[in-house]
């Protein structure tokens, strides 16, 4: 299995091996309509043929750049940019150059110079150097992760590590398999994409009972829960085959809606109990589910 280039919050590579098993063995084209880190699109092997999809369009740039970018010109770059506002390199120096530790971390010492490409991505308007800023402040920021504020501006704060060796083994894998993959990327509304009958449609949305950086200010709500259902309602009278992550149950709420309509699916639980830094919780304290409009052979 690749692992993605990013540290995505939500992330299915650790659950990968249930999901692809539980997938089509074929179809003629993959529709990721919530694409994310990339990660089930760069995995899934039961077709040439995928469409990328994310309404995250700096996200969506990013791995357009990953897609039509040497994997060297990428590393390249991102060093300049290191080297340009001071951060840490602890692949060519190690943590005792910067009188650091692993354990510690680099925060205090990067946070000066992350602060300030912060400012200048949330102020730059020329759109090539934007997503080699914004992969440079994700490999730099609190987590790995994408933040940005109610004014679309990021605001992730500094984290403790930097472009380490396992990153940019993280990116050179991502940028191949990719690469051989040559998904169509595009950046819409969930809504807006088109499903052909020999499609298969994968949904990994926002959970809208959960918490998470990519369902914060608003950005999932009920009625988009209730049109994704919906949407899916079209694809299965359309004769297209769906899959959909998400969760009935969390931290003792639940999502009746969701469970009401997963009655007329197939329901397969799925099984995870890593540790969820980011948020200190166990997974397995969530009912996280596939449903599928579609026999499997498990």
């Given at each position: 299995?690749?692992?993605?280039?990013?540290?995505?919050?939500?992330?299915?590579y650790r659950i990968m091996d249930q999901l692809i098993s539980l997938?089509?063995?074929?179809?003629?084209?993959?529709?990721?309509?919530?694409?994310?880190?990339?990660?089930?699109?760069?995995?899934?092997?039961?077709?040439?043929?995928?469409?990328?999809?994310?309404?995250?369009?700096?996200?969506?740039?990013?791995?357009?750049?990953?897609?039509?970018?040497?994997?060297?010109?990428?590393?390249?770059?991102?060093?300049?940019?290191?080297?340009?506002?001071?951060?840490?390199?602890?692949?060519?120096?190690?943590?005792?150059?910067?009188?650091?530790?692993?354990?510690?971390?680099?925060?205090?010492?990067?946070?000066?110079?992350?602060?300030?490409?912060?400012?200048?991505?949330?102020?730059?308007?020329?759109?090539?150097?934007?997503?080699?800023?914004?992969?440079?402040?994700?490999?730099?920021?609190?987590?790995?992760?994408?933040?940005?504020?109610?004014?679309?501006?990021?605001?992730?704060?500094?984290?403790?590590?930097?472009?380490?060796?396992?990153?940019?083994?993280?990116?050179?894998?991502?940028?191949?398999?990719?690469?051989?993959?040559?998904?169509?990327?595009?950046?819409?509304?969930?809504?807006?994409?088109?499903?052909?009958?020999?499609?298969?449609?994968?949904?990994?949305?926002?959970?809208?009972?959960?918490?998470?950086?990519?369902?914060?200010?608003?950005?999932?709500?009920?009625?988009?829960?209730?049109?994704?259902?919906?949407?899916?309602?079209?694809?299965?009278?359309?004769?297209?085959?769906?899959?959909?992550?998400?969760?009935?149950?969390?931290?003792?709420?639940?999502?009746?809606?969701?469970?009401?309509?997963?009655?007329?699916?197939?329901?397969?639980?799925?099984?995870?109990?890593?540790?969820?830094?980011?948020?200190?919780?166990?997974?397995?304290?969530?009912?996280?589910?596939?449903?599928?409009?579609y026999e499997t052979s498990i």
């Open positions: 299995m690749i692992k993605s280039f990013l540290n995505y919050t939500g992330s299915k997938f089509p063995g074929h179809c003629d084209s993959m529709v990721d309509i919530f694409g994310g880190s990339g990660v089930i699109t760069v995995n899934y092997q039961g077709t040439d043929n995928f469409i990328f999809n994310d309404n995250n369009k700096p996200l969506v740039d990013l791995i357009n750049y990953i897609a039509n970018h040497s994997i060297e010109s990428i590393e390249k770059s991102v060093d300049k940019i290191i080297a340009e506002y001071g951060l840490t390199d602890t692949m060519s120096h190690g943590y005792e150059y910067y009188q650091a530790s692993s354990t510690k971390g680099l925060a205090d010492i990067n946070k000066s110079g992350y602060l300030k490409l912060r400012k200048d991505y949330n102020n730059s308007k020329d759109l090539t150097l934007k997503p080699l800023y914004l992969y440079t402040l994700i490999i730099f920021g609190f987590n790995n992760q994408i933040r940005y504020n109610k004014r679309g501006l990021f605001n992730n704060p500094t984290g403790k590590r930097d472009f380490n060796k396992n990153m940019r083994k993280k990116l050179q894998a991502f940028s191949s398999a990719w690469k051989a993959k040559s998904p169509y990327i595009v950046s819409k509304d969930f809504r807006n994409i088109e499903i052909a009958k020999s499609d298969f449609v994968y949904a990994d949305p926002p959970y809208l009972i959960t918490t998470a950086t990519y369902n914060e200010n608003g950005g999932w709500t009920a009625k988009d829960d209730q049109d994704l259902l919906d949407y899916l309602d079209k694809i299965e009278k359309k004769g297209a085959k769906f899959a959909l992550s998400n969760v009935l149950e969390h931290k003792g709420n639940e999502n009746v809606k969701l469970i009401n309509w997963s009655k007329k699916y197939n329901v397969f639980n799925i099984t995870n109990t890593f540790k969820n830094s980011n948020y200190h919780t166990k997974r397995s304290s969530s009912k996280e589910v596939l449903i599928t409009n």
